[in-house]
């Protein structure tokens, strides 16, 4: 296991002792660059040698977890705190399994019995938060921003969560981490994400990493989902999923936020699931070894048939599982920068 201030890069000489300020990535003359970033904010502002560090990182960590005694002493005497103001299943609770993982105390925010709900504001929260001795807030917030937000009004470090539809970057790393896993590399893989690519905040940092560590990603849904202005990104914008479907590596499919948009972009559901659907029929013309991924809630039967969500091409409990590296290496870094 690494020990205190000890992860470094693999093979990644620093330059002259000095901060790099491309990046939160230091380094002294003669030594490995090391993490410096106190929050985790989002993909966009990762640098690739970040990126893969984290991911590095996270290999140490998944070994914990086959451990019988599955705990590490890493944050022992830190409290990190879930500050949840949207529903959450798999990040609320991984990130607490995560830290109980590295022997932190943990604090569970919800904003339904909170004062949130008498007009006390997301920072005047956080900070009361704060003031009872918190090092690290987990925060998923339904606007873009909070948590770079949050990150420049409290003392402790941020980890983003989820905000709005900008970025969930642990869930962009746990889908890097994961294609790397199968793939052995992220480097030249064609990646597709389909489906409801405006709300979605996993597409932006999926896209964001992906382009960093030299993938093609194909961005494929309803011109109402889907701007063109993504190729400014980098993305292939494509509105026809059968163009593509039989030449990509990985189909990352995506939830269709009904909560966000009804059913108003696009004239019924039957039609969505036609179209841009991973249906059976659709499956037959992907690659052999084609890779399924979904950051999850599924809707089963609309964006992903049950058969292909369970089968043996799915990814996506294993994403679950190496969600949880990913939260540990982040929240071990995030800690570390801050000593
Ligand atoms: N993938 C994801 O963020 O799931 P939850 O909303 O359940 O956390």
Known sequence: ???GDERRVGGVKGRDGRRDGRDGMSAKAGHHQRWTRKHLLGLQELSADEI??????ADSFKEVSTRSVKKVPALRGRVMVNLFFEDSTRTRTSFALAAQRLSADIIDFSQKTSSVNKG????????NIEAMGIDIIVVRHPAGGAAELLSRHVKCSVVNAGDGAHEHPTQGLLDLYTMRERFGKIEGLKVAIVGDIVNSRVARSNLWGLKKLGAEVILVGPPTLLPRAFEQLGARVVYDFDEVVGEVDVLNMLRVQFERIGTSQFPSVREFTRLFGLTGDRFKRCKKDVFVMHPGPMNRGIEISSEIADGAQSGILKQVTNGLAVR???LYLVSQASD
Not at 52 to 57: A, I, S
Not at 120 to 127: G, N, P, Q, V, Y
Request: zero cysteines; charged letters at 30%.
């Open 52 to 57: 893969r560090f984290v991911l590095d990182t």
């Open 1 to 3: 296991m690494m020990k």
């Open 328 to 330: 540990m290496a982040g």
């Open 120 to 127: 006390e504001t997301l920072i005047d929260t956080a900070r």
